[in-house]
């Protein structure tokens, strides 16, 4: 399994510009989650999704939009960027089976500079 | 609102000696998880325990403990010996997990992190 993978590692955007991070897991999780991390912050939740067709706002969603058509994947768009979406940007996605739930795996973090 | 505060924001230490990172949680859940990730300076994040708020048993893996006490709202980690390898931000993380939710944790509430230095 790959896991979690992001696209792209690195990406530079001017203000005004619109892009998409993607994101892909091959495990079947059902749930799936955008987070932000900037420095001395943490990581803070942007979207998540508890399924295909299902999503909902983390605690900073403002110029993001998500969709998940599948189970696979969960793109996050940037409609117009701003300097303040200067971050590492990471996906992630976890399961869980009857009354137990499991840790979120996290893949490798796309890392967004807006000029 | 959840909220996981990570007082130390860095610690350092020499090699061999035992560091103890500090984790104290907020939630009005009376279900929820713990968690501790490691994120190297290769930037990756790294799950290292899940801890179910019923369950306050202590845990050692190795070079690595966890103490849970849910009397202080604590979940603290310690590193015994640590070594140069161990040098990382470590995240502290809450998951809330609310009647309706489905059970998951898909929302994490993350702690600000901790900056550990272990010098040769």
């Known amino acids: 399994n790959a896991g979690v993978t992001q696209t792209p590692k690195f990406q530079v955007l001017k203000t005004g510009q619109s892009m998409t991070l993607q994101c892909a897991q091959d495990?079947?999780?059902?749930?799936m989650s955008w987070y932000r991390q900037d420095p001395g912050m943490g990581l803070r939740l942007i979207h998540y999704s508890v399924g295909a067709g299902i999503t909902d706002q983390g605690e900073v969603p403002n110029g993001y939009n998500v969709s998940r058509s599948t189970t696979e994947d969960f793109p996050l768009r940037l409609l117009s960027a701003a300097p303040s979406q200067t971050s590492v940007y990471f996906c992630?996605?976890?399961?869980?089976?009857?009354?137990?739930?499991?840790?979120?795996?996290f893949g490798p973090g796309t890392r967004l500079t807006v000029t | 609102a959840q909220k996981v505060t990570q007082a130390q924001t860095e610690i350092s230490v020499v090699e061999k000696e035992d560091v103890t990172l500090d984790c104290v949680y907020e939630?009005?859940?009376?279900?929820?998880?713990l968690f501790w990730y490691k994120q190297p300076p290769s930037g990756e994040l790294v799950f290292l325990i899940r801890?179910?708020?019923?369950?306050?048993q202590n845990e050692i893996s190795g070079r690595y403990s966890w103490n849970f006490q849910k009397s202080t709202s604590s979940f603290n980690f310690t590193i015994t010996a640590s070594q140069v390898v161990d040098s990382a931000v470590y995240f502290c993380a809450l998951s809330d997990l609310p009647f309706n939710s489905g059970g998951s944790n898909y929302k994490l509430t993350f702690g600000k992190g901790t900056l550990l230095t272990v010098n040769p």
């Open positions: 495990m079947n999780h059902e749930y």
């Open positions: 801890r179910n708020s019923f369950d306050e």
């Open positions: 992630a996605s976890s399961y869980s089976i009857g009354v137990d739930s499991y840790e979120q795996y």
């Open positions: 939630t009005r859940d009376t279900t929820y998880y």
